[in-house]
């Protein structure tokens, strides 16, 4: 066969030799590839043999082995023909594997030097070798470790081919945690673990090994944990306990490191044990164990008994616990109650607090010895739990029930006693009560009522003014479900209606009432004017005498004339009795009465069964009056008084009231009449301020004067201060815009006119009140200067002042003879009413009246001259607005009577004031003054002027 050309040939040549001379010389052919064959792995020390050989070439080539660097030696070669021609070389190398070879290249090359030819085969040489070195990275070997620590072990290994495999091993078992690293040479493997009481006095091993026949070189590591008990146990060997029998309790405590010791609690209350020593157990730890003993109690059933072992090194706890389970009877609870309380006409529970093991139980309720049966009853119900409801609670209810409860260890009972609420009733108040004056009683009220608490009952005073039981002096007291009012000095005041009130705080309360009656003997009713009764006895009239008394029991009464009892048969005396409450009343009517047989001393005797009273009246011819009495000043002013008397004896007719009053340095005392006529007070005004002034007061009536009351000596107040007037501040200013010329002019222009039209304005005006003036000064020239007295304290008149003012007025102008100017049609003052009346000077003492022809008068007054003598009148002020009178229309009212001779006024009825002992000889008549300025004033002159300004009645 022939080979194919090499590519190095460029002639056609044979690689066999030549057969003729026309055949193609031979030719150099390389050859193309070295190859070697077998394995270069083995172990270390053994002998590796590998073959190398060539393709066919021509020249034949020479092999060579190279180890690294080195060429080897130990080689066998061999060149044979090849099938179509050239030689193929073949060398066989045996060589002993050393491990410091392992990784060097093994080389096989082919070579021919005459040509310059080279060509190799390489692979690397893997030689085997166990590991060289193990060693593990652990704690120190002395530490202790509590359980639940994490700790890191490391396992190396260096050398060894193929690389060394790593494997930890706790005690026997392999452990597959972690993963191997490899870095250069070394190889590590890394175990983290939470150390647990398993791990206490674990061997951790660490295998190396790389799959060859040499033994793995190993590492070991001993770990030394501390631990708390693996587990605690109670046990023991009753399988029953009932009430007070004893029961024996066992601890064991699984393995710990160190030793626990052991604690016993039953709930929270600690237990005595006994020890019973440590034995060895697993995991190189020690097991506890302990005893305690106790006698069963109901109390403990359901209770746990705990044992508590504790590790001191550790200070750690661990604990079990044991329920107990008591078989006992059934037992009623400290809670229990004895007694309850229900509200009538409701419902109400009596409760059970039982309990029992084995808890089911059965229970019954008696009452008064009898089984109730709550089956089908319409108000006993047995609840959950034995507890016995009762609808519909009345007073019967009341008293003790007994509750049987039993089980299969027993039975027992407990009473229970109810107590029904209910409203209070009263069940006794004796009515009516009687007292003697000054002695003690009581009002006694008893009531029905549960509960009794203090403050049930309520005492009130049922009179027709509110008044406390304080006022009354009077004394509640209560006992249970009696309450009491004690009078001690019983008073008159203190009679009356008085209510009990019972509340115990169920609803309605209870009331009752009971009346006290003092007893006391007459009191005939006396003052000022009672013993007196003026009558004409000209037989035209009749005489009503009166006689009022208080008394209890009733009074009788009986009427004596000049100490002799009076004839009840005679014609002309009449009497009346009446009775309203404590009060008593008799009048005895005389007809006709006689100056010469009924003028006498009359006597109304007062009668009951505790004594006897009486009181004088003289039967009287008409006169003037007694003076008044108890002048006091009731308050003081800067410029007024007020005053209050008690009037005297009217003398059988209308009595009116004249203040006299004076100041140091006055030539004369200054008099004022009262109105209304009969009132007891009045102010006395236009006073000065800071001045001492005496005040007297005196009666009169048709028949003449009193003598002079009493009188007292007042001071008035100072003046007070005026407050200064309150200025204004000043508004800040505030610059405007600047407005443009023409509009500046055109403003000036409307502000002259409108300067021109308010000039024209006011002129106009000023010229009308010009006039309104004139028509006012002719107007105060028509009338007397103001400057009176106030008739009250601005209260509107009441009825009974009105209609004295109606007889006063009816009664002066009966008795004057002629017809009143005017009529006083549905007067009501809408405030205070002031009229005007005149001053009634005194002549200085030691002066003497040498007039003959009277005094001349003032113009437009109506009053001497003299009065106004060096010192001015004392006037009195306008104490009504006009316009009050103007809505009435015209009113017209007599004129104040002339002035006689000696400064009294005279007996002319047509005045304001008659007087006696005077003639209507000289008389003047009456001035018309209201009648003057309503004349003299034209219509609607006041109409344009202000309210004060306006016309007054004067």
């Not at 066992?250 to 006994?274: H, M, Q, R, Y």
């Not at 406390?468 to 002096?473: F, G, Y």
């Not at 006391?520 to 005489?543: H, N, Q, T």
Request: glycine share 8%; net charge negative.
């Amino acid at each position: 066969m022939m080979a194919a050309p090499s590519p190095m040939c460029h002639t056609r040549c044979t690689l066999g030799p030549a057969r003729s001379s026309s055949a193609p010389r031979p030719c150099s052919v390389l050859p193309t590839e070295v190859s070697i064959l077998g394995s270069s792995s083995t172990p270390e020390n053994k002998q590796i043999s590998l073959s190398c050989s060539t393709t066919p070439s021509n020249p034949p080539v020479q092999l060579r082995w190279w180890l690294g660097w080195r060429e080897l030696t130990t080689t066998e070669v061999t060149v044979t023909e090849a099938a179509h021609g050239g030689t193929v070389t073949v060398s066989n190398l045996t060589h002993m594997a050393r491990r410091e070879e392992n990784g060097l290249p093994l080389t096989c090359e082919a070579f021919n030097e005459v040509v310059l030819f080279t060509r190799s085969a390489s692979l690397s040489l893997s030689v085997q070798y166990p590991p060289q070195k193990v060693w593990i990275e652990a704690p120190p070997p002395d530490s202790r470790f509590r359980a639940g620590t994490k700790v890191r072990l490391t396992c190396f290994a260096s050398g060894g081919n193929p690389a060394p495999r790593l494997i930890w091993i706790k005690d026997t078992k392999s452990l597959k945690e972690g993963t191997q690293v490899a870095s250069g040479k070394i190889v590590s493997k890394e175990l983290i673990l939470t150390t647990s009481p398993s791990d206490n006095l674990a061997i951790y091993r660490c295998n190396a090994s790389n799959g060859s026949k040499s033994p793995a070189l190993t590492a070991q590591t001993r770990l030394f944990v501390q631990f708390s008990p693996i587990d605690v146990k109670i046990t023991t060997m009753a399988k029953e306990v009932r009430r007070g029998q004893t029961l024996t309790l066992t601890c064991i405590t699984g393995s710990s490191n160190p030793f626990a010791t052991l604690a016993w609690f039953k709930d929270t209350e600690k237990l005595k044990g006994v020890d019973l020593g440590q034995k060895p157990a697993e995991f190189g730890g020690l097991s506890s164990s302990g005893k305690v003993t106790l006698v069963a109690s109901s109390s403990d059933n359901g209770q746990r008994v705990t044992c508590q072992a504790y590790s001191s090194v550790l200070a750690e706890t661990v604990n079990t616990f044991y329920k107990l389970n008591i078989l006992y009877p059934p037992e009623f609870s400290s809670e229990q109650p004895s007694m309850v309380q229900g509200v009538e006409h409701g419902a109400v529970e009596l409760p059970l607090h039982v309990s029992a093991n084995p808890p089911e139980m059965s229970c019954s309720w008696s009452f008064r010895g009898k089984v109730l049966k709550p089956e089908g009853s319409p108000r006993h119900h047995l609840q959950a739990g034995g507890s016995l409801a009762i609808w519909n609670v009345s007073r019967a209810d009341v008293g003790q029930y007994r509750a049987r409860c039993q089980n299969p260890e027993g039975q027992n009972e407990t009473h229970l006693h109810l107590d029904v609420h209910y409203a209070p009733s009263i069940r006794s108040l004796r009515d009516p009560v009687y007292v003697d004056l000054g002695a003690t009683a009581e009002l006694v009220c008893i009531a029905d009522a549960n509960p009794t608490p203090v403050g049930m009952f309520q005492w009130t005073w049922l009179g027709a003014e509110e008044r406390s039981l304080e006022e009354l002096e009077l004394e509640p007291e209560a006992v249970g479900a009696v309450g009491r009012l004690r009078i001690q000095g019983a008073r008159r005041a203190q009679a009356g209606l008085y209510e009990c009130r019972v509340d115990n705080g169920l609803p309605p309360p209870a009331r009752g009432s009971a009346r006290l009656i003092v007893r006391f003997k007459p009191e005939i009713e006396k003052g000022m004017g009672l013993g007196k009764v003026a009558m004409p006895g000209d037989r035209s009239s009749p005489a009503v005498l009166q006689c009022h008394a208080q008394g209890v029991p009733s009074v009788q009464f009986s009427w004596a004339k000049n100490g002799a009892a009076l004839d009840p048969d005679n014609p002309r005396y009449t009497e009346h009795t009446w009775h309203e409450g404590t009060w008593h009343s008799s009048t005895l009517t005389i007809a006709n009465v006689s100056a010469a047989h009924d003028y006498a001393t009359f006597t109304c005797r007062a009668s009951n069964a505790l004594g006897t009273d009486r009181l004088d009246i003289q039967l009287l011819s008409t006169s003037s009056p007694d003076p008044p009495t108890g002048l006091k000043v009731v308050s003081i002013t800067h410029n007024s008084a007020t005053l209050e008397w008690i009037p005297g004896f009217d003398g059988g007719l209308p009595q009116r009231f004249r203040i006299r009053y004076r100041w140091p340095g006055a030539p004369s005392a200054l008099y004022m009449d009262v109105f209304p006529a009969q009132t007891p007070a009045f102010t006395l005004t236009g006073l000065s301020p800071d001045t001492p002034y005496s005040i007297g007061v005196s009666a009169h009536n048709a028949l003449g004067e009193s003598a002079q009351g009493p009188s007292v000596t007042v001071t008035t107040a100072e003046l007070p201060l005026e407050e200064p007037p309150v200025v204004d501040p000043e508004v800040p200013r505030t610059e405007g815009p600047v407005l443009p010329p023409a509009l500046v002019g055109g403003l000036s222009a409307l502000g002259a006119l409108l300067l021109l039209s308010n000039a024209t304005l006011l002129a106009c005006l000023f010229r009308r009140r010009q006039a309104q003036a004139g028509v006012r000064e002719e107007a105060k020239k028509r009338r007397k200067p103001s400057a009176g007295n106030d008739y009250s304290l601005g209260e509107a008149v009441n009825p009974a002042a009105w209609q004295t003012l109606l007889d006063s007025y009816s009664e002066r102008s009966a008795s004057s003879g002629g017809s009143s100017m005017g009529t006083w049609p549905g007067y009501m003052p809408g405030r205070e009413y002031r009229p005007r009346l005149p001053p009634h000077p005194e002549r200085a003492e030691g002066e003497t009246d040498t007039s003959t022809t009277g005094p001349v008068a003032v113009p437009d007054s109506g009053f001497p001259a003299r009065w106004l003598g060096p010192l001015a009148p004392h006037e009195y002020e306008d104490v009504m607005e006009p316009g009050i009178y103007e809505e009435l229309g015209a009113l017209h009212l007599q004129a104040p009577a002339p002035l006689c001779p000696g400064a009294l006024p005279c007996q002319d009825y047509t005045g304001a004031y008659p007087w006696r002992g005077q003639s209507l000889a000289g008389s003047e008549d009456p001035l018309r003054i209201y009648n003057q300025v309503a004349d003299m004033l034209p219509p609607g002159a006041d109409e344009g002027l202000p309210f004060e300004l306006k016309g007054e009645l004067v």
